[in-house]
């Protein structure tokens, strides 16, 4: 069947579910019941940085609160450790290598249309769907508004109480207005370099240690924070943590007040990390260390997710479309790659289907990559020209990615994961061929200059 002939039938689907929800309705116009959704983004937030988490500071007391009356899964890992790959897999619930948004260039990536989005998937089923994005890769130029009814393009790197006032503006206008049930997508910069945390955010975390940054690190001008302090850039990472988390507090509040808490399904989680230096590494998209890879993922919603659980089993990013859409009553699309986390969630199953196989795509900053991850070891081949592998970790021995052991494997082992991990990538280009734009969109010198200011255009090849 040809795909766009897929979309057409998957649609219809849409619809008709929608017509269904519909009939929730009263009959004198009041209100969709069905639960409304607030998807909040944390740019960066790595999750060992949280006190839910482990952390010893209190970085984001909400997420803690959330967990509480709701549920936190442990050990959650991102598709790429770069925004426009990571956000397009998510969006989708497909892996890099499928939907293509794989350059950080801008010009060499337009998400394509034949691909379902999160917001299409309920818009078609009769939600109004609202975006606020902050980040130069989440655009309409490029894509990832598809399904959007209004979407929101902030100032590059607009604060986080710029962001949370326009986007309570937009729920109250919704609520003012609109009897469809609403979904809300919020993405905050905070905690993404430069690390500027309004003053009192910032005294929350200042340290008297002193850990030199390594000698011979260059600092590049977009984190120059006019120190070279490991501990000076770990406190203003945890004041931006801080500061993001009071804004997401007050988006909540307006929830409560609008008696509206109940009955929306609050998603937060992150596109990605961030390396502060550990093994002398800074910034994202250039490894897969847990630093980078690891990121947070809670839901509340009271009506259908147990409070106070937190799950243990690895899972993916592009889980969290499908079991979003699955607590919401609605189909997820053909093409996902994901799967529901429900009965995770409702006690019914202890892993995925797919188990502990984490997966994760990079081809920035060095060549293309792919990454498996389970429980037991976490192994990196390259995929350009004769495959090699790079890295391999003995998790459970070696938690902190002290000691790579890829020369140490013998032949059989090593031979076989680069087969694994080949095919696998193999075959998701194969599923995605005839489904990624073949468009390029313009590289304008104000988008050059937001890619350099996020750390994303330098000297490295």
């Known amino acids: 069947m040809e795909p766009a002939n897929t979309r057409r039938i998957f649609l219809l689907t849409i619809a008709l579910a929608s017509l ?51 549920a936190l899964f442990r050990n959650a890992f991102c598709q790429a450790t770069w925004t426009g790959a990571s956000m397009s897999s998510l969006f989708t619930s497909t892996y890099p290598s499928t939907h293509g948004f794989q350059q950080n260039t801008l010009t060499d990536n337009v998400l394509g249309a034949s691909f379902v989005t999160l917001a299409e998937s309920l818009a078609e089923a009769g939600y109004e769907t609202i975006g606020h994005s902050t980040n130069v890769y989440i655009s309409k130029v490029l894509g990832l508004a598809q399904g959007f009814s209004s979407f929101v393009e902030h100032e590059h790197l607009a604060d986080a109480d710029e962001v949370t006032a326009a986007a309570i503006a937009s729920l109250d206008g919704w609520h003012e207005t609109s009897k469809a049930p609403l979904f809300l997508y919020v993405h905050y910069m905070e905690p993404h370099c ?24 260059r600092v590049p001008p977009h984190i120059d924070i006019g120190s070279r302090d490991i501990s000076d850039y770990e406190s203003a ?7 993001a988390g009071s804004e997401i507090e007050k988006l909540l509040a307006r929830l409560q007040e609008l008696e509206l808490a109940r009955d929306t399904l609050v998603v937060i989680t992150a596109d990605h990390g961030e390396e502060l230096f550990e093994r002398g590494e800074f910034g994202h998209g250039r490894t897969f260390h847990e630093e980078v890879l690891r990121v947070p993922l809670v839901l509340r919603l009271p009506s259908r997710i147990p409070a106070g659980i937190a799950l243990e089993a690895p899972v993916e990013l592009v889980d969290v ?54 429980r037991g070891y976490k192994a990196v081949c390259t995929t350009s020209g004769e ?58 010198e104000e988008n050059l200059r937001r890619l350099r200011d996020l750390g994303y255009v330098d000297e490295e090849k």
């Open 20 to 70: 269904v929800g519909l009939s929730s309705c009263g009959e004198n116009g009041d209100r969709d019941e069905r639960p409304n959704l607030l998807l909040v983004v944390v740019d960066t937030l790595r999750a060992d940085h949280l006190e839910s988490y482990g952390y010893g500071r209190q970085t984001m007391p909400l997420l803690s609160g959330l967990a509480r009356e709701g």
């Open 194 to 217: 430069p690390y500027s945390p309004p003053p009192a955010h910032l005294a929350l975390f200042r340290s008297n240690e002193i850990r030199p940054l390594p000698a011979d690190f």
């Open 237 to 243: 990472y945890d004041g931006e943590i801080h500061f």
């Open 321 to 374: 479309v499908p079991t979003i859409l699955d607590l919401l009553g609605v189909p997820a699309p053909a093409l996902a790659e994901g799967e529901s986390l429900r009965p995770l969630l409702e006690g019914t199953a202890k892993e995925r289907r797919k188990g502990d196989a984490v997966y994760s795509e990079l081809h920035i900053k060095g060549p293309p990559r792919v990454m498996l991850r389970t």
């Open 387 to 444: 495959p090699e592998m790079t890295e391999y970790f003995d998790l459970p021995g070696d938690p902190g990615e002290t000691r790579n052991r890829a020369a140490e494997l013998d032949d059989e082992t090593r031979e076989g994961l680069i087969d694994r991990l080949v095919l696998w990538r193999r075959s998701m280009i194969e599923k995605g061929e005839t489904l990624r734009s073949q468009e390029q969109a313009p590289l304008s």
